[in-house]
């Protein structure tokens, strides 16, 4: 049989292009940033209830790091003082079976400049102990921090 190769890469396409639909990956990144005394910085979103890390999708073009390094900016107004160490990588099945986190942790985090909170996106934000987290942190956050802090088994799911 003879192939037509004008029609070859239309198809190549196709298929490629149809998978993506179909088979879509979502990916986020979560950053557990931690200042000089310990305690951890959270978010509380305008769109979920309780208090998360910091963290948000990564975009298009862009890596995860950058994207982590994105959201500290953006969501916390900080700075890491040293490199974000890769933690884990979760799938987070409750969003879609495709769905996918990465966490990153950062140590001695300096704040950039103060946080305007609330704003559309973030409603309250903070440091706190991670002993006397609020109420209302996420079961996913208090995890998330055990296995940071304390040497808890590693999930695969958040």
């Known amino acids: 049989?003879?192939?037509?190769?004008?029609?070859?890469?239309?198809?190549?396409?196709?298929?490629?292009?149809?998978?993506?639909?179909?088979?879509?990956?979502?990916?986020?990144?979560?950053?557990?940033?931690?200042?000089?005394?310990?305690?951890?910085?959270?978010?509380?979103?305008?769109?979920?209830?309780?208090?998360?890390?910091?963290?948000?999708?990564?975009?298009?073009?862009?890596?995860?790091?950058?994207?982590?390094?994105?959201?500290?900016?953006?969501?916390?107004?900080?700075a890491p003082t040293e490199p974000l160490a890769l933690f884990a990588v979760y799938r987070n099945a409750r969003i879609t079976p495709r769905d996918h986190v990465v966490m990153y942790v950062a140590r001695n985090v300096r704040v950039l400049r103060p946080l305007n909170v609330p704003n559309r996106e973030i409603t309250a934000a903070g440091f706190f102990d991670p002993a006397a987290l609020p109420d209302d942190a996420t079961d996913a956050t208090r995890r998330r921090l055990a296995e940071v802090l304390d040497g808890e088994p590693v999930a695969q799911d958040w």
Not at 29 to 52: E, I, T
């Open 1 to 78: 049989m003879k192939r037509n190769s004008r029609l070859e890469p239309v198809v190549k396409w196709l298929v490629v292009h149809w998978g993506l639909v179909t088979r879509a990956k979502t990916l986020g990144v979560r950053v557990a940033a931690f200042n000089d005394a310990g305690h951890v910085f959270l978010v509380k979103h305008s769109y979920v209830p309780g208090w998360y890390l910091p963290g948000g999708g990564v975009d298009g073009g862009e890596t995860c790091l950058g994207a982590a390094m994105r959201e500290l900016d953006e969501e916390a107004a900080l």
